[in-house]
């Protein structure tokens, strides 16, 4: 399960969520309004976040498709990076 | 021109009276009923879902301008955006700008039915001016063709090319940090058109008379102000080919002493970048806002006002 931080910065993207609606693994992050900027901010802020920087094939739409895919990419990075 | 949910249109042209009223005069000039055919369109870019952009887009403009007060000292569009300032500049009527832009988007999908069916325009975000030049270098160096057909911010850009191309393309700009977003078909503004803007030109344009704008629109193409009838025109088919450099369109209007920029319409890009953001006070004009009660003026606000 993700830390306290990656659901603040996610949700902080997701204007169509409610504060008191749960964050579900496979939510689909597009309908509950993360478009193309809000991808490329909440990488950044991500990326600053966690101190890591993605690459090749992490960089593409499904990556950002659900907070679980999201967050096992973010996951492999933190890991390769310690 | 950003894709909009139909239901959010739909709804502000069903209850605001000012999008109701143009609503009818587009289905005046059209030989169909746009709620009926926008609802049934498939495409983001559909003809009626242009339409039904263009009706909220000024409506909402004019909302702004009645409502909050504002007296714009300037006006400009991206892209699709040309045909919205051009209309609320009053260099065309609405209602020609209604069917300007019907028979605009007839003319593009009949010339893209059978040129360039291969080629397409791909956004890409956070990857350096520099980056991109010596990635699309490279596919020149193999003999592959590219244009960028979009400046839209100091990082993020859109290039046209072959449907070939854009696998090593995209791999190529992630492998800089770079992220590919999505892929527009038709593509659109790239010197590689020139037959469709002269024929622009002779088919669609040569049937519409300009008037002067009311207020200078800034061009999405290079910044400079389209102050004449035959500069308007003009602007609309320079589109065709060449890229819109949105970062210079607001660089210039900040030179011209603007500092606060009302984005009227659904917009998820031209008004979020961080060249708009970052240098003006920037108010987004969306049809929730101009559908949401007002309440009445507080005592000191009338007297200010």
């Known amino acids: 399960m993700w830390d306290e931080q990656f659901e603040r910065l996610l949700r902080s993207q997701l204007p169509f969520l409610e504060a008191d609606e749960a964050l579900a693994g496979d939510l689909n992050l597009r309908e509950f309004g993360l478009d193309s900027l809000g991808i490329v901010d909440l990488l950044v802020s991500l990326e600053q976040a966690y101190g890591i920087r993605l690459l090749d094939d992490d960089l593409t739409m499904d990556t950002f498709a659900e907070p679980s895919v999201l967050w096992a990419t973010l996951s492999r990075q933190i890991s390769s990076a310690k | 021109m950003s894709p909009a949910g139909y239901a959010d249109l739909a709804k502000y042209m069903m209850v605001s009276p000012r999008a109701r009223h143009l609503r009818e005069v587009a289905d005046s000039v059209l030989d169909y009923s746009l709620m009926d055919e926008y609802r049934k369109a498939k495409e983001a870019y559909s003809e009626a879902g242009q339409v039904a952009f263009l009706i909220s887009c000024f409506a909402l403009a004019e909302w702004a301008q009645q409502e909050l007060g504002i007296e714009p000292g300037l006006c400009s569009g991206a892209s699709f955006g040309e045909k919205v300032a051009i209309a609320y500049a009053g260099s065309l009527t609405f209602s020609d ?209």
């Open chain 2, 97 to 305: 700008t209604v069917r300007l832009t019907v028979a605009m988007s007839r003319c593009e999908e009949s010339y893209f039915r059978l040129e360039h069916q291969d080629v397409v325009t791909q956004s890409v975000a956070r990857i350096p001016e520099e980056s991109l030049r010596e990635i699309l270098a490279d596919l020149t160096g193999r003999g592959e063709w590219s244009d960028i057909s979009c400046f839209i911010d100091d990082d993020i850009f859109m290039v046209s090319m072959c449907e070939q191309s854009l696998e090593k393309f995209t791999a190529a700009v992630r492998a800089t940090g770079g992220i590919p977003l999505g892929v527009m078909r038709p593509p659109m503004h790239s010197a590689a058109f020139g037959s469709l803007r002269r024929r622009m030109a002779d088919e669609v344009l040569a049937d519409f008379r300009f008037a002067e704008p009311r207020l200078p629109i800034i061009s999405d193409q290079d910044g400079s102000a389209v102050v004449t009838a035959e500069a308007a025109r003009s602007l609309l088919l320079s589109g065709i080919t060449q890229p819109v450099n949105w970062p210079a369109a607001l660089r210039s209007m900040r030179e011209r002493g603007i500092a606060k920029l009302y984005v009227a319409g659904p917009d998820a890009l031209f008004g979020r970048v961080r060249s708009a953001a970052g240098s003006f006070d920037v108010v987004t004009v969306n049809q929730r806002m101009a559908l949401r009660p007002r309440r009445p003026l507080k005592y000191a606000e009338r007297k200010a006002s």
